[in-house]
């Protein structure tokens, strides 16, 4: 009888075994602690969940469609066992488990990391399940539940039927993009909330913000701006959220800048370090200033929204417009109007026209002193948008206080230019 042991080194078959028994083990230990005693005891423990990961090897080690003689026999077995105890733990999770470990025995033979890694995210899941039923039953809303769902949808269903080309005249508008843009906005306002209850508006909408910039600046001053309009009292803490999403916007530029000229990053590192104080200032007050306390939140379930996928609709209506009139003006304006066509694309897209401008500097058609002047008028076109969809998305006042913080820091940037090119400082 020939088996599929025959094409694995001898180390191999040992810790696929190995794992197999630690897999069963760990899912065995679990469950051994919950048996109960007496007649009603669940037929399972700790030796028995170890024997079927151990069969689920043997099997596979023998031909595959062994591990499915020996899944059936587990299922058969589970079946009995839920005839015994289903009249005082009406429950399916021991029998489901049961079942589960023959397989993963199997899996193990020949992927032992991750046939390990599922039995221990099983083992948690089996560990918590108090913790588990909780969060399900009393300490997720049902607008949460909504709303993750949706975001799920529209990322994992919704985006990948989306199609993936331009279908403009100037090739930018891509649907696959904007609904890309769609879902950023929801996950950032989805972490945004899960750090409001988690932290505290005070520091948690911060450093929320700070790796939603990463991502997209403009995408989380529109998520926040929406908080603010469902919740007025998360203001100062959502703008400061805004600012430190900026701060990390600005660290993405200047190493995009770096990475494509590493000369334009030295000759334009004294006005973005400015701008970047600026930005990192108003965020620190923004923190300073926040409520220590959830003073003048409503209640947990009344703010339990996490993002309104209308706003973000709008937000991507918006990026789009502004990315076809951008691309018009360019065609229209040619090579001559290469630093104004980059200013329109940064009132979409910061990142992308940075790179732009750094090309250019790194082929010689800017000079690095043009190029730096460049930087620093992406910055105030973007500062600009970033303010326009602050007080669509958030209102009047959190768009002004958007507006002061970054426009603050895009005259920073420009003030420090000038007297840079002034020889008034070292450039």
């Given at each position: 009888?020939t088996?599929?042991?025959m094409?694995?080194?001898?180390?191999?078959?040992?810790?696929g075994?190995a794992?197999?028994?630690?897999v069963?083990?760990?899912?065995?230990?679990?469950r051994?602690?919950?048996?109960?005693?007496?007649?009603d005891?669940?037929?399972?423990g700790v030796r028995t969940?170890a024997l079927?990961a151990?069969?689920g090897?043997?099997s596979?080690?023998?031909a595959?469609?062994?591990?499915?003689?020996?899944?059936l026999i587990?299922?058969?077995?589970a079946a009995a066992?839920?005839?015994?105890t289903?009249?005082?733990?009406?429950?399916?999770?021991?029998?489901v488990?049961?079942v589960?470990?023959v397989?993963?025995g199997?899996?193990a033979?020949?992927?032992?990391g991750?046939?390990?890694a599922?039995g221990?995210?099983a083992a948690v899941?089996?560990?918590?399940?108090g913790g588990?039923?909780r969060?399900s039953r009393e300490?997720l809303s049902q607008?949460?539940?909504?709303?993750?769902?949706?975001?799920a949808a529209?990322?994992?269903?919704?985006?990948p039927?989306?199609?993936?080309r331009?279908?403009?005249?100037y090739?930018?508008?891509n649907?696959?993009m904007l609904w890309r843009?769609v879902?950023l906005?929801?996950?950032?306002?989805a972490?945004?909330?899960?750090?409001?209850?988690?932290v505290?508006a005070?520091h948690?909408l911060?450093?929320?913000g700070f790796f939603a910039?990463?991502?997209?600046?403009?995408?989380?001053?529109a998520g926040?701006?929406?908080?603010?309009?469902?919740?007025?009292a998360?203001?100062?803490p959502a703008?400061?959220?805004?600012?430190?999403?900026?701060?990390?916007?600005?660290l993405?530029?200047?190493?995009?800048a770096?990475?494509?000229?590493?000369?334009l990053l030295?000759?334009?590192a004294l006005p973005?370090?400015v701008a970047?104080?600026?930005?990192l200032g108003?965020?620190l007050?923004?923190v300073?200033?926040a409520p220590?306390d959830?003073?003048g939140l409503?209640?947990e379930?009344?703010?339990?929204r996490?993002f309104?996928?209308?706003h973000?609709?709008l937000?991507?209506?918006v990026?789009?417009g502004?990315?076809?009139?951008s691309?018009a003006?360019g065609?229209?304006?040619?090579?001559?109007?290469?630093?104004a066509?980059s200013?329109?694309?940064?009132?979409a897209?910061?990142?992308a026209?940075?790179v732009?401008v750094a090309?250019?500097?790194?082929?010689g058609e800017?000079?690095?002193?043009?190029a730096r002047?460049?930087?620093?008028?992406?910055l105030?076109?973007?500062a600009?948008?970033k303010?326009?969809v602050g007080?669509v998305?958030?209102g009047?006042g959190y768009?002004?206080?958007?507006?002061?913080?970054?426009?603050?820091?895009?005259?920073?940037?420009?003030?420090?230019l000038l007297?840079?090119?002034g020889?008034?400082?070292?450039g």
């Open positions: 009888m088996t599929n042991l094409p694995l080194a001898l180390p191999e078959v040992a810790l075994f794992a197999a028994l630690g069963g083990l760990l899912i065995g230990i679990e051994e602690r919950r048996k109960t005693e007496g007649p005891r669940a037929a399972a969940h079927l151990l069969g090897a043997v596979a080690a023998i595959p469609w062994m591990v499915g003689v020996m899944t587990a299922g058969v077995l066992s839920y005839a015994v289903r009249k005082h733990d009406p429950g399916l999770t021991s029998e488990v049961f589960l470990v397989p993963l199997a899996l033979l020949a992927r032992p991750l046939a390990a599922i221990v995210v899941m089996l560990a918590t399940k588990m039923h969060f300490l607008h949460e539940l909504y709303d993750a769902l949706l975001l529209s990322a994992l269903v919704v985006l039927l989306v199609p993936d331009a279908i403009d005249p090739g930018v508008i649907p696959a843009l879902v906005v929801m996950a950032i306002g972490i945004g909330h899960i750090a409001l209850r988690l505290g005070r948690g911060p450093l929320a910039g990463f991502a997209s600046s403009t995408a989380a001053v926040f701006g929406t908080r603010v309009r469902q919740t007025p998360l203001r100062v703008v400061a959220a805004a600012m430190f999403a900026n701060v990390a916007s600005l993405l530029v200047a190493i995009l770096g990475t494509v000229s590493l000369p030295r000759h334009a973005l370090a970047g104080a600026v930005l108003g965020g007050l923004g300073w200033r220590t959830d003073a409503p209640p379930r009344e703010r339990a996490a309104r996928l209308s973000a609709l937000f991507a209506a990026m789009a502004v990315l076809l009139l691309a003006l065609h229209w304006l040619g090579a001559a109007g290469a630093l066509s200013a329109l694309v940064a009132l897209e910061l990142h026209a940075t732009g090309q250019l500097a790194a082929s800017l000079s690095l002193d043009t002047l460049g930087l620093v008028v992406l105030a076109a973007s600009v948008s303010t326009v007080w998305a958030g009047r768009g002004l206080r958007v507006g002061v913080g970054l426009l603050g820091a895009a005259t920073a940037a420009g003030v420090t007297l840079v090119q020889g008034q400082l070292p």
